[in-house]
């Protein structure tokens, strides 16, 4: 059975019919046509389809679209600002924070949550919060690097 959603994603707002089954990552990859958000396990293991909600990550294979109706979402095509990078975009590029870059939507995602809630934190606090992320390629250094870079960036620009 087909339901409204009103969803404003990326500041763009959004009245589409979904069926009640939909999920979240669904609803934004085949609706909406943001690729970004990744599907990578459908069990909210890898963390790769990791979007904001209301100002918080939250990965978008474990809710449904109808979950999200009246909600405010930021996906990774939301965090540049046009053609400048958000700088945790830009930290993941000079730092080499990725290599196949699958996970790197959901690691930006995550690391911005983060920094929205600890502007400086301690790379145990990173490595902490990026627990439920997932990555085959690097072996976390350079996106830890690449975290506390985009931390000091935007220390300055506060």
């Keep these: 059975m087909a339901e409204t959603v009103n969803i404003t994603v990326n500041g763009t707002q959004y009245s589409k019919e979904v069926e009640g089954r939909t999920l979240l990552v669904h609803f934004l990859r ?12 459908d069990t909210s293991s890898c963390g790769a389809c990791t979007v ?15 979950q999200a109706d009246g909600k405010s979402i930021t996906t990774i095509e939301g965090m540049a600002n046009g053609d ?3 700088p945790l975009q830009e930290s993941f590029r000079e730092k080499h924070g990725l290599q196949c870059g699958f996970c790197t939507p959901g690691m930006i995602m995550t690391a911005a949550d983060l920094l929205n809630h600890n502007p400086n934190p301690s790379e145990t606090e990173i490595r902490e919060a990026l627990e439920g992320n997932i990555c085959r390629c690097t072996g976390y250094h350079n996106i830890v ?7 000091e960036k935007m220390a300055v620009t506060a």
């Design 30 to 41: 085949d609706t909406l046509g943001l690729t970004g958000t990744h599907v990578g396990c």
């Design 145 to 151: 690097e690449a975290i506390k870079d985009a931390a």
């Design 52 to 66: 904001h909600i209301d100002g918080k990550a939250v990965k978008s294979c474990s809710m449904l679209a109808a």
């Design 84 to 86: 400048e990078l958000h």
